[in-house]
């Protein structure tokens, strides 16, 4: 029974290694069994992993930081470091040059400057500063950038002053678009700009520009343009007269006056006003001696 | 019974609730040692589309916790002092949940004394709508006549293993089927009330909860014998350390199921008896040198037995292999032959396959099978229990087929007595169900 014997021997092996380890066996204490299912249950180990920690850093964190003296040298300690970071030479901004504007312009743009130079460019806020300077009713448009050696370049670009424009307040130029530029103390230092009156006038600058274009020939004669009532314009010429003009296409209007006038002078004679409103039926009021003259012409007795 | 009807139910619900959270303990309380598996069951929707995984869907549980320990306390399968064996489940328990690295709470037991005793019953029932519902089948459960089984004992399993319906018999799940007769066969196992309160005391206070109880023969039947042999009928002898468990199955069912209170603790004591040394040395000598064949080879083979009494001619003795198989092989002859006589009682030469299949620890000595088809007859083999997920190479062994066949138990319990439906008639007068009942009667 060879077999037999050899199917022993793996048996002893296993017992031998058994006994070998010999491994003592003792019961767990109630106490120590309940402990160790405590320490097994999926909850608290999650609340001893991630819990205990998380409570014992906050409630550390809190207690350090409700001392007033550490809160406030830690907010100092950022400021200085922040501030050691900005003022590094790199960022500072020692100078501002102001490219393409007059010398006003450019004066109040340097006053308007928030800071003092030099300044850090991370203190600078350029956005805010391009509003600023664009909020100056003779700046168009401004580029503000910040040049390497520290020089923040301002470039303008001035508004072209077009017309005059009377009001109550005094004389103001005004811009293609309208927008007032600049005001004007005497009206003899730009005889070049045409004048426009009348509430509401600075709206309809565009308008009185073509009409301005259009006056042609009678360009030497006019004074001026007033809007009359919000809605329509009258050209006040020298010698007291005017050309009434319909809020509806107020050029042609005005062409077919100029018309007249090239072919039979009428402006040239002794009339007041050309009512050109109602564009199909054309009024001329005469002045007074034409009048008086056309009066007797039609009794035959001179007026006394 | 009433009670453990309820407490049953209990217990299966515990087990449901258990198998949710997806941890579940087996506890083997034997009486050499106490093994206790942590399973883990994943969820039910990793398995494949044709409704089964791998190994047979026995892949839905993990051993996570494995632990053995040395038994305590337990004689004859049997509860002996409770707080040693309450330390001696703490024990295993601890050192499961410390390889699995979480608690569990939920454990199914099974132990293998308390004098189980195997009745057959056989109901009938009328079938009024001709055709079988719940209520049906939970009538002709009721109306089996429950024997006498005396006091002080308790129902452990009622599987219901038979369903007829008119002259069609064999019908597993009956539900359905049209007829005018049902009728219903079911084995009772019935153990001593005592040792199992023991038990479950012990467990208690261990702060665990019960989820199921079970009789070590039939789960070690479970996990040692193959299917084939569940079917044509096969009787696994489960030969543990203080009782020899014995269960038959037929048909996937268990139809009997018995034990006998001897075993290779018996072996060792005789040994420890005849060569006069402690239980320890005998219970060595036996495991590396036994056996239960003598050949011309064992007379030449000395044993060193060993003493440490200072007496020079004791420490010396040594005894020849013959020897040992001479006091070895009576006590084992003797176990085998409480075996056949409780085979020839419960009819065993009936089934179709008389497979045995001798299994668990003492099942280990060498050239047992040979001795046991001498004695039970020729279809003897020596059985291991099945291999599950996870389960460690020392846990493999014949030793282990109870605690293997538990984690079964575990994943498939077979419909008991306890899961089928109560019959209208037995609930309360104010109950719901009665008041549906009366409905469904009169319209």
Known sequence: ?304 | MTDLYQSQRAMRNMRRAALQRGLVAVLDVGSSKIACLVLKFDPLDEMREDGLGSLAGQSQFRVIGAATTRSRGVRFGEVDAMQETERAIRTAVQAAQKMAQTRVDHVIACFSGAKPRSYGLAGETELPEGQVSEQDVARVLASCDVPDFGPGREVLHAHPVNFAIDHRSGFGDPRGHVGNKLAADMHLLTIDTGAVQNLLYCIKRCDLEIAGIASSAYVSGLASLVEDEQELGAACIDMGGGATGLSIFFKKHMIFSESVRLGGDHVSSDISKGLRVPMAVAERIKTIHGGVHATGMDDREMIEIGADCGDWEKDRRKVSRTELIGIMRPRVEEILEEVRAILDAAGFDQLPSQQIVLTGGASQIPGLDMLAARILGQNVRLGRPLRVQGLPQAATGPSFSSTVGLCLFAAHPQDEWWDFEIPAERYPARSLRRAMKWFKDNW
Do not use: C
């Open chain 1, 1 to 304: 029974m060879w077999p037999l014997g050899r199917a022993n021997a793996g048996a002893r092996a296993r017992y031998r290694e058994e006994s070998r380890r010999e491994r003592r066996d003792p019961a767990p204490s109630r106490l120590s069994y309940k402990m160790e299912r405590l320490r097994l249950t999926p909850g608290f180990r999650l609340g001893l992993r991630v819990g205990l920690p998380f409570v014992l850093a906050f409630t550390g964190v809190t207690v350090w930081l409700s001392d007033a003296d550490r809160r406030a040298a830690i907010v100092q300690s950022y400021e200085e470091m922040r501030t050691s970071v900005e003022e590094r030479p790199e960022f500072m901004v020692a100078m501002m040059s102001v490219e393409g504007a007059s010398d006003p312009v450019a004066a109040a743009i340097r006053s308007m400057m928030p800071v003092d130079l030099p300044v850090s460019s991370f203190r600078l806020d350029l956005p805010a500063m391009r509003a600023a300077i664009e909020q100056i009713d003779a700046v168009a448009n401004a580029d503000l950038v910040i040049r390497k050696g520290g020089v923040l370049e301002v470039r303008v670009t001035e508004r072209q002053p077009a017309i005059l424009w009377r009001s109550a307040t005094g004389l103001e130029m005004l811009d293609t678009t309208g927008h007032r530029v600049a005001t004007l103390i005497d009206r003899a230092a730009r005889p070049d700009l045409p004048v426009i009156a009348g509430q509401g006038a600075d709206d309809h600058v565009a308008e009185a520009l073509t009409i301005f274009a259009a006056t042609g020939p009678l360009g030497p004669r006019v004074r001026g343009l007033v809007w009359i009532g919000e809605r329509r314009w009258d050209v006040v010429l020298d010698r007291g007269q005017r050309i009434l003009l319909p809020e509806d296409a107020p050029v042609p209007a005005l062409q077919r006056v100029i018309a007249l006038d090239s072919a039979q002078d009428m402006m040239g004679r002794d009339l007041t006003v050309v009512d050109m409103r109602n564009t199909a039926r054309p009024t001329v009021r005469l002045g007074a001696g034409a009048s008086e003259f056309l009066t007797s012409q039609v009794t035959g007795v001179s007026a006394p």
